[in-house]
């Protein structure tokens, strides 16, 4: 069973690029049928996906926020990295990243972490 460990600054100033990354252990983010996605759940509100890279390297993101975020992963360190930019206090938001396993659609997630947006 994966693990994964979320790591960035928890303070963000507005117009700010924000960047995260989740380490993964106990397997590889090349394993066949893995998604591996950030999530993030602002306060009061329901999650919101934010966009995946795939076992392959492929990528999708959620239209809403396509035009300001990117994900990377360095297969050699078994990490993916999260940037989004020009942050905004509504952006403000405990961020998670998750693998899923499309055969089976189970899911491993990391423990998340709080970014708040602000001057």
């Known amino acids: 069973q994966v693990q994964l460990q979320e790591s960035g600054p928890g303070l963000v100033k507005p117009s700010q690029t924000l960047s995260l990354t989740c380490t993964v252990s106990?397997?590889?983010?090349?394993?066949?049928?893995?998604?591996w996605s950030w999530i993030r759940q602002p306060p009061g509100k329901g999650l919101e996906w934010i966009g995946r890279v795939t076992y392959n390297g492929d990528t999708n993101y959620n239209p809403s926020l396509n035009s300001r975020s990117s994900i990377s992963w360095d297969t050699s360190k078994n990490h993916f990295t999260l940037q989004l930019s020009s942050m905004t206090p509504e952006d403000t938001a405990v961020y998670y990243c998750a693998g899923i396993v499309t055969t089976t659609w189970y899911s491993s997630w990391g423990q998340g972490t709080q970014v708040t947006v602000s001057s």
């Open positions: 106990g397997g590889f983010i090349t394993t066949n049928y893995y998604y």
